[in-house]
Structures are given as structure tokens and as C-alpha cells.
């Protein structure tokens, strides 16, 4: 028998939906990634990668009216995909520049076809890793360089960004100069290397002047120069004719010799850019991604690892189509160990001669494209990575400035002091990729060490055979780099301070890194890993 009344029967009926909201409320939150004190401030207060009203909204197409409001993952749209089309082709410019190109004639005039098999293996290696940094990206709204700054503590924080752009001065040398190279080709020499630096120089603003038309028109651009890269190098790969069986072979069966195991280190090496890692998590944000809707971020991740591996596989075939050119050009002759970017048009000149559009000028015109789109891409990395770490909020005509002058002032010493000889500029370039290997930990590790928290991550935190295998290849990555950077130094180091030097620096390099690991849960709880993290953050603190 009912005693209650009509009124307290609906209160009642209240409350147990107040309770169920509550209860979904909680399951909610548990899920979803959760957000910290700063990601609550609006966007005057804090640094973010791309204002709200800039972002690209996405519609949903064909979707029925009673469905607009619900959260789940929309079927597979052609127009959507479409519109989630830019970010993996803007990450992919990295797998292009002039110091991978670099990478590719060497493996390809020393090594030949044989190490096809790992160009695409090393590919696949940086899909992973740049699919994780988009998955951290769009699940939490925020970038890598943001969460770390919430992550580690000031000390760590500051060494975290010193290192980041020490690999961004570092790439960006490399790309101007290959820019530099590339329009003293196609002036025919008129232009000296300073010269060209300070032509490449423009790109900032020309960034800006993009920029000033909305993300997807810069997208266009970088799709334009994607496309020269790959007509150009296509065209000198149908000129060559390079061996179909042998190409097969190569990409087919895994072959490594003692005799190019520095070119194979190089391959590897050259995948997995530090800037990178962090640029991939901030374009991402580019697209209007409501982080608390499972079903729209599901989407969006869905779409981004289709993109990103369309993106990536263009990219593996602008490398094949070098390595494979050079392969069948200068394998196994006395110029193949000479053979750097600096010289490596007048090469291909002297081989295939003029034709109706010369070679060397081909080559150029792709040098060309990859110097310039890497540059702009590293100006935008610049911008995510310094005003990430140190949350600066800056008028970006003044962020993009002093992101440039980092690279500029350095690369304009260089060009100066290295325009010597081509030996002189070889060495340099050895010296750069060892300043990138060795901050390639410093990316990696907090990367992987945020995809893995689920109070970071929430319910899209990878789960533990993904986790296993990123680990797995960050540590091949990173040993392969250890091994890049022993050779080298025992090749150049020499004289007893210098070797003290490098040997205490190799000894803080090494604590920092294990501080880092064990910091994220990455290697057991052990007594040693412990006590460093304490003692590293009470000297932080």
C-alpha cells in the first residue's frame, strides 16, 4: 500500500534521477582524461595551440537531426576525412627534409637496394610514435610541451625545453642550409650559401601571411610542396631507371652488412625527429575535438591514423625514390663515399647528363621544396614548443620571430664559417645529426610516459601490449642513436679534457634519463629508481 502523496512520490522520483545523473557523472569522469587546474583557464590566461576560433568545426554529413546531440562514433564519411586532412601531411614534411634526403643518397650510393626492407620498417617505427603523439593531442586537448610543463617539475621542466630546442636549432640548420643549397643549384651559383640562408630566412613571415588566411589554406601550401618533392624525385626515378628486381629484393628480404651498418644506423636515426613528436600533438588541435565526448574523440583518432598513414606511406616513397636513384647510379663506384648534399646534383649531372630539363635542376627544384616546407614546419614547431614549456602568450608575428632568430643567427654563423668546402660542411652536418640522436630520449620518453596514465589519458590511455611495443621501439630508437653517437665519438673525440668533458656530460645525460623513465613508471620499482626520482625532485622543489 502507497502512502506517499503525489508530490513526494515526484521528489522521490527526482532524487533517484539526481543520483543516476550523479553516478554518470562519476563514470564520465573516470573516463575521460582529466583536466588539470591550468586547462581550466580560459584562453586569455593560458598558452594553447590554436585559439577556438580558429580551429576547422567538423559537420557531421548525413547525420539524422535526433542523433546531432548524442555521443558515439559517426559512420565513415569521405567529406570527413577530408575535412580531418592536413595535420599527418604537415608531420609527414619531417620524414622529407634535407638531412633525411641526405640519409637517403648515402645508404643508397654505399649501400645500394639492401636497405630498402629497413627504410620501410623505420617508417612504420615512426607511424607509431607520431600516432601517439596524435592520440595524446586529441584526447586531453592539450600538446606535449603543454603537459609537460604540467607534469615535470621547474628543474626538469626547463632542462625538457632547453633540449627540445637544441634538436629544433639543430634540424633547422640542417634545412636552411639544404634550402641554401638548393637556390645556389637553380641561381647556377649566382647566389652564395649566405645568401640563400637569408633568402630561406623569409619563411617566417611568409608563415604568418599564411597563417592570417586560416589553417586549411597553409595546408594547401604544404600540399603543393609535398607534391613538387614527389614529381621531382618520380621524375629522376623514371629518368634513372632503377633495377625493379633488385628494388623488390631490397624492400622484401632484410639484408645488413658490417660495411653499412653506419648507413642503416643513419636510416633509423633520421625517422624519428624530436620537434617532431611535439608538433604532431599541437596540429592536431587544429580541429574543433570536444575531448569530453568519447565517441568524437574515438572519430577523430580514427580519422587522424588514416590520414597520418597515407601521409607517412607519400613519404616513403619520396625516400625510395632517392635512395633507389642513387643506388643505380653510384653503387659500388669511387664516388659513392664522397657523395654529400652539397654535391650530390653535379653527381647525378655528371651521370645522366642534361636532357631537355637538365637533372640537376630537378634535383634542385625537390631540395628545394623539402628545405623550405621543413623550415616553415619547424618556425610552427618553434612556436608550439616555447610557448608550451614557458606558457608564454605572444603576438605571433613576435613568437614566430624570436622562434627564427633561435635558428637563423646560428645557421647564418654556420654558413659563413663552414662555406669553405664540402668536407667542411659534410663534418658539420655529422656533428647536427648528433646533436638531434641525442635528444631524441627527451621527446620520446614523456610522450610515452603520458600515454600510459589514465589520469591523463582517461579511458583512451594505451593499453598494455601497445605500451610494450612503444617502449620496445623507443629503446631500439634510442639505442640505435647510442650506438650513432659512440662511433662518432670515438672517431672525433680527442685529447684527454675534451674526453673528461664528454664522459661527465655523458654521465648527466644518462641520470637525467633514467630520472625520466622511472619518473613515468617506465622501468620496475626499484630501490635505485626510487631514491633518484626523490632526490631529483626534492633538489627541484
Known amino acids: 500500500m502507497n502512502f506517499l502523496s503525489r508530490d513526494e512520490e515526484l521528489s522521490k522520483e527526482d532524487l533517484d534521477k539526481d543520483k543516476d545523473t550523479a553516478a554518470e557523472e562519476s563514470e564520465s569522469k573516470r573516463l575521460l ?11 586569455d590566461e593560458n598558452e594553447v595551440a590554436f585559439e577556438s576560433r580558429e580551429k576547422i568545426v567538423i559537420v557531421d ?4 537531426e535526433s542523433l546531432q546531440n548524442v ?3 559517426p559512420p565513415f564519411s569521405w567529406k570527413k576525412l577530408w575535412l580531418f586532412t592536413g595535420p599527418g601531411f604537415l608531420m609527414s614534411i619531417a620524414f622529407l ?8 643518397l648515402q645508404a643508397g650510393a654505399i649501400a645500394g637496394y639492401s636497405l630498402l626492407w629497413l627504410l620501410m620498417w623505420a617508417t612504420v617505427m615512426g607511424l607509431l610514435i607520431q600516432l601517439l603523439s596524435a592520440r595524446l593531442g586529441v584526447a586531453t586537448g592539450r600538446h606535449l610541451a603543454e603537459l609537460c610543463r604540467e607534469e615535470y617539475p621547474n628543474w626538469a621542466r626547463f632542462v625538457l625545453w632547453f633540449m627540445a630546442e637544441l634538436a629544433l636549432i639543430g634540424a633547422d640548420i640542417q634545412e ?13 651559383g649566382a647566389l652564395p650559401l649566405w645568401a640563400g640562408v637569408l633568402i630561406t630566412a623569409s619563411d617566417c613571415f611568409i608563415l604568418l601571411f599564411l597563417e592570417n588566411y586560416g589553417v586549411r589554406k597553409l595546408e594547401a601550401v604544404f600540399a603543393v610542396l609535398i607534391a ?17 628486381k633488385d628494388l623488390l629484393i631490397g624492400i622484401l628480404v632484410p639484408r645488413l652488412s658490417s660495411k653499412t651498418i653506419r648507413q642503416a644506423v643513419g636510416v633509423v636515426g633520421c625517422v624519428i625527429m624530436p620537434h617532431n613528436v611535439f608538433l604532431h600533438s599541437a596540429l592536431v588541435q587544429s580541429r574543433k575535438i570536444d575531448p569530453k565526448k568519447r565517441g568524437r574523440v574515438q572519430e577523430a583518432l580514427n580519422y587522424y591514423s588514416i590520414e597520418s598513414s597515407v601521409a607517412l606511406l607519400v613519404s616513403f616513397m ?8 642513387f643506388a643505380k647510379g653510384f653503387y659500388g663506384t669511387k664516388q659513392a663515399n664522397n657523395i654529400g648534399l652539397v654535391n650530390a646534383g653535379q653527381y647525378l649531372q655528371e651521370k645522366y647528363g642534361g636532357g631537355v630539363f637538365p637533372i640537376l635542376y630537378i634535383w634542385g627544384i625537390g631540395l628545394l621544396a623539402a628545405g623550405q616546407s621543413s623550415t616553415i614546419t619547424g618556425t610552427y614547431a618553434g612556436q608550439f614548443i616555447m610557448g608550451g614549456f614557458l606558457n608564454l602568450r605572444l603576438k605571433k608575428w613576435l613568437r614566430a620571430l624570436i622562434t627564427r632568430s633561435f635558428a637563423i643567427v646560428p645557421t647564418i654563423i654556420v654558413a659563413l664559417v663552414f662555406n669553405t668546402s664540402e668536407a667542411s660542411l659534410d663534418i658539420l652536418n655529422e656533428w647536427l645529426n648528433v646533436l638531434q640522436s641525442v635528444q631524441i630520449p627527451f621527446a620520446l620518453i614523456p610522450l610515452l610516459t603520458l600515454v600510459s596514465k589514465e589520469q591523463v589519458m582517461g579511458v583512451f590511455r594505451i593499453g598494455p601490449i601497445l605500451e610494450r611495443l612503444a617502449w620496445t621501439v623507443a629503446a631500439l630508437v634510442i639505442i640505435i642513436n647510442g650506438y650513432l653517437l659512440l662511433d662518432f665519438f670515438v672517431s672525433e673525440v680527442k685529447g684527454p679534457l675534451f674526453a673528461l668533458f664528454i664522459c661527465s656530460w655523458t654521465a648527466a645525460y644518462i641520470a637525467f634519463i633514467v ?14 629508481s626510487i631514491e633518484l626520482s626523490k632526490r631529483f625532485s626534492a633538489t627541484g622543489s
Open 33 to 43: 582524461p582529466s583536466q588539470s587546474p591550468s586547462s581550466s583557464l580560459s584562453d
Open 61 to 64: 554529413v548525413d547525420i539524422p
Open 71 to 73: 555521443d558515439y562514433v
Open 97 to 104: 627534409d634535407p638531412g633525411n634526403l641526405e640519409g637517403d
Open 176 to 188: 636552411v642550409i639544404g634550402s641554401a643549397i638548393a637556390i645556389q643549384i637553380l641561381s647556377h
Open 228 to 244: 613538387t618533392m614527389a614529381s621531382s624525385f618520380a621524375w629522376m626515378f623514371g629518368d634513372t631507371k632503377p633495377n625493379g
Open 318 to 325: 619520396i625516400n625510395l625514390f632517392v635512395t633507389t636513384v
Open 515 to 528: 630520472y625520466l623513465v622511472a619518473r613515468g613508471g617506465g622501468l620496475p620499482s626499484t630501490w635505485f
